[in-house]
């Protein structure tokens, strides 16, 4: 309690407020002046608990601190993302007061994850593939699919749309057998591992493809009902989300998008998809150039 930290790039600020909770002296500082908004909110509704924390905009490469201010700096997984590290490193210690304690997370370039994620898609989706700007999350997508069969061998498909940042979102297809199967699957997702983070799971029937998000919200506005199909629950989020209740902890959806059987109480029968044949195609596409339409 007391002690003066200071933590570079604090995201929404969730661990400069665990800092504060605990007696901390806190000075946050993160070169986005809306994550710095953040955080000075997150000291705002703690009130006295946070008196004398602030959150400033600022540089990790200039620090704009005296030498020797704090007594501990802190930062998870930030400094490597700067042009110059080793000059933000050099900077962490200048204002580290000596005796001071400096707690810094980089990425290990040479880690198992580093070598999986970069170098093994590259061997696999050169070319095309590259010249994508979301690459590297659909490679990683594609990578795990085979794994996650291994659990869940009814699962055909998933899609991590970049719009989900690729843990916000799944679209999964499955073979469906029994009733309940979708939210069989919604819960075996979220106690996979990193899985656990998908804030919204949709699961759709072996025929949907879940690579076509147009199909997909067709699909899931015309199958569910919304009282019936949707599954909440409570449980850990990524402690970047700052729309969650509490750091790392929040709540999550999952909606049934499949057909519904009887034992799942649709009495009707199901509609299935009206297709045009292939033989109206035929003659609808000879009319276009009668009726001058290219």
């Known amino acids: 309690a007391g002690k003066r930290v200071l933590e570079v790039g604090p995201g929404a600020g969730g661990h400069s407020a665990l800092f504060a909770k605990y007696g ?13 908004r953040a955080t000075e909110a997150k000291f705002r ?15 990790s490469e200039a620090l704009p601190f005296a030498d020797a201010t704090f007594d ?49 898609p590259i061997g696999l989706l050169m070319g095309k593939a590259l010249r994508d700007p979301n690459w590297l999350g659909k490679a990683t997508e594609r990578i795990f699919l085979p794994l996650l069969k291994l659990t869940l061998p009814e699962v055909v498909d998933m899609h991590l749309p970049v719009e989900g940042v690729f843990h916000n979102i799944a679209l999964i297809s499955i073979k469906k057998r029994y009733p309940g199967h979708a939210f069989k699957v919604m819960h075996a997702l979220w106690g996979l591992g ?18 076509n998000v147009q199909e997909c919200l067709w699909r899931l506005g015309n199958n569910i009902d919304p009282e019936r199909d949707m599954c909440l629950v409570r449980g850990p989020i990524d402690v970047l989300d700052h729309a969650s209740r509490s750091l790392g902890f929040g709540s999550k959806v999952g909606f049934d998008c499949t057909r519904k059987l009887p034992a799942e109480g649709f009495g009707r029968e199901w509609p299935d998809v009206i297709k045009m044949s292939d033989d109206v195609k035929t003659r609808v596409d000879a009319m276009w150039s009668r009726l001058g339409i290219n």
């Open 72 to 120: 501990i700096v802190y930062s998870n997984g930030v400094l490597h993302h700067t042009l110059d590290t080793e000059q933000a490193i050099a900077e962490v210690f200048r204002v580290l007061k000596p005796g001071g304690r400096a707690v810094i997370m980089l990425y290990c370039k040479s880690s198992w994850h580093y070598w999986i994620n970069m170098f093994l």
């Open 45 to 59: 509704l703690m009130g006295d608990t946070a008196a004398g924390c602030h959150a400033v905009n600022g540089d």
């Open 24 to 36: 901390a002296v806190m000075t946050s500082l993160d070169i986005t002046p809306a994550r710095a």
């Open 194 to 211: 990193q899985a656990m983070f998908t804030k919204m799971i949709f699961v759709f029937d072996d025929d949907v493809n879940v690579q």
